[in-house]
């Protein structure tokens, strides 16, 4: 197989360095889940929350590294979808497939984002649980970074600068703060739960994989960039660790600071009404200004970044047209269109099922990206045991989460096999009749 020729990526003039791509990677990253997965973490195995997420940081790495390979092999801003057709390219039902699962994985995350957000900013109020003022904040946040999103790119990439690398401070401040001020320490954690189960260590770290999905919007930039075979590993590797590292520590000051009764019993917004109860009001206002940063990046990473993946679906036939359709190079058709779906599934869905939907949705398209990895290993000049070692890995990641399910929810597989067969079915019609 012959190299691929650079037929979209285009010189113009860059704009983002590489403080702002690991930026968008970490806004994409560091968003809701931390804040959202954290009470369930604790709630399944407790004390060993913390481990889960490096677990959790590994298979990010596993998973990230076929996207690096295929990023620098092809250059193409399209990531996922792009690399699967280009490794495909007899196949026009798996190009279709993969960018209706993978896009949907994005909408998902955004929901979740703009939910969270919604919960921590209301978090101070009397009606902090009521879901109709939770619906309509998250509609108000995704209204406001969809007109962000379409004002420039680079009015984008310096807000995105500024929130990312405040919530990093913040994040850390808070970290810290709780291990100060605990009230315990790891060894009487670990005598009074000696009950160590690998088995559902590796399902929460499973089930939290979603936590890690974002570093491949860099790869979506590939146009707003200079030198993308060097700043494209710096920037996936670079936000993968400090990712995991924030986690780890962030966990280890809830479980050491906060009663385990109290982050299960607000899941929602666990961080601040944990530090509240310690530290005052000033500890839980610290707490949700990290939180609203926190998702507010996230939500602007994800729409910048999945946007310009819908829309180079679109321009291929696999996605309604319009949505290739962009302004001063910004697709706004395609930002709009993600920012009312995001919200339909707020609307409609339950949080714990959008929360399964996009770690299974992101668990399954990394298999195939490592999967189109192995296809031309040598051509991406890969290592062949890394890459089969990421599917094994990957793969029995997905088995755990649908396990967890059937044990504990039946219908949640139910509901989410019933969105991929909807999707799949989206997905052969274009894929047909494109």
Request: charged share 10%; glycine share 6%; net charge positive.
């Given at each position: ?50 481990l ?36 495909f390219p ?10 209706w699962?993978?896009s949907?994985g ?43 999103n ?13 929130m ?6 913040i994040l850390?401040?808070?970290?810290f ?103 005052g ?52 058709y ?6 009312i779906l ?34 031309i ?45 909807f ?7 274009f894929?047909?009749?494109?």
């Amino acid at each position: 197989m012959k190299k691929q020729k650079n037929t979209i990526h285009r010189k113009r003039n860059k704009s983002l360095g590489i403080v702002e791509l690991i930026a968008i990677a970490l806004g994409g990253m560091i968003g809701g889940g931390i804040f959202t997965v954290l009470g369930i973490s604790i709630s399944i195995i407790g004390v060993f929350t913390p481990l889960a997420f490096l677990i959790g940081g590994v298979l990010a790495s596993l998973a990230g590294y076929s996207y690096v390979k295929l990023a620098i092999y092809y250059k193409d801003e399209g990531a996922t979808y792009s690399f699967f057709k280009k490794t495909f390219p007899n196949s026009p039902f798996a190009a279709s497939l993969i960018g209706w699962w993978v896009s949907f994985g994005y909408i998902s995350t955004l929901a979740l984002y703009a939910y969270t957000f919604a919960s921590y900013a209301l978090s101070v109020f009397e009606f902090a649980d009521n879901n109709i003022m939770r619906k309509l904040t998250a509609a108000a946040i995704i209204l406001v970074f969809t007109l962000v999103n379409i004002w420039s790119v680079k009015g984008m990439g310096k807000i995105e600068d500024i929130m990312v690398y405040t919530k990093l401070i913040i994040l850390t401040i808070i970290s810290f703060v709780l291990i100060n001020n605990s009230n315990t320490t790891l060894p009487i954690l670990l005598e009074n739960n000696d009950d160590f189960n690998i088995l559902s260590i590796l399902i929460v770290a499973s089930l939290t994989f979603v936590a890690f999905e974002g570093f491949q919007l860099v790869i979506h930039a590939m146009n707003e960039m200079s030198d993308p075979i060097i700043k494209i590993p710096k920037a996936i590797y670079s936000a993968i660790i400090i990712t995991s590292l924030i986690y780890f520590i962030i966990a280890v000051g809830a479980i050491l600071a906060i009663p385990f009764k109290n982050i299960i019993l607000h899941q929602e917004y666990a961080l601040a009404s944990g530090a509240s109860d310690i530290l005052g009001h000033w500890g839980s206002d610290l707490v949700i200004i990290g939180a609203l940063l926190a998702t507010s990046s996230a939500i602007s990473g994800t729409l910048f970044g999945a946007s310009r993946l819908i829309s180079v679906i679109a321009k291929d036939g696999y996605f309604p047209s319009y949505l290739s359709k962009k302004r001063n190079e910004i697709p706004v058709y395609s930002i709009i269109t993600m920012s009312i779906l995001a919200f339909c599934l707020i609307l409609i869905g339950d949080l714990k099922v959008i929360l399964e939907f996009g770690s299974v949705t992101f668990l399954l398209v990394s298999i195939l990206m490592a999967y189109s990895n192995f296809k031309i290993y040598k051509q991406t000049n890969s290592s062949l045991s890394i890459i089969i070692i990421s599917i094994i890995f990957l793969s029995l990641a997905t088995i755990l989460i649908l396990y967890y399910q059937a044990i504990t929810q039946v219908e949640q597989v139910y509901f989410i096999a019933g969105l991929y067969i909807f999707l799949t079915i989206l997905a052969w019609l274009f894929s047909k009749f494109k």
